[in-house]
């Protein structure tokens, strides 16, 4: 998973990029000048107000522990919010993505596609 994260008044600038890789956090910074950057992915829980992580039945915020992808995402986009900053994530692979909006081609064709990227196996 890659993040930009980025000031609201400068979307084209990019401060720095984070990346969630097998449980391992990691953010690149660009732009020095701006302070706490190293606070953003401190593992630490995160608390998510309102039902967006909620399981059934339950009710109030939802604190995320530290370990997953929906703790790194919530991480970025509470903790930024108080540096002045915003997020982006960014998809990484799109090479096999496939797009109805923009589907160009059949069906067929689409998976004759896809499965050449494959390796054949034995």
């Known amino acids: 998973m890659l993040a930009e994260l980025f000031r609201l008044d400068a979307p084209e600038h990019v401060v720095a990029v984070a990346t969630w890789n097998d449980g391992d ?3 690149e910074t660009r732009d020095p000048s701006v302070d706490g950057l190293d606070r953003l992915l401190r593992r630490t829980p995160v608390v998510v107000p309102g039902g967006f992580t909620r399981r059934l039945g339950m009710s109030g915020d939802t ?3 530290p370990g997953g992808t929906e703790w790194f995402r919530e ?3 509470t903790r930024s919010a108080s540096l002045g900053l915003s997020v982006r994530f960014v998809a990484e692979d799109v090479t096999n993505g496939w797009d109805p909006a923009a589907n160009y081609r059949t069906f067929a064709q689409q998976e ?3 499965a050449s990227d494959r390796p054949e196996r034995t």
Do not use: D, G, K, T
């Open 25 to 27: 956090p990691r953010l």
């Open 63 to 65: 604190v995320l522990q």
């Open 75 to 77: 991480a970025l986009l």
């Open 112 to 114: 004759r596609r896809l």
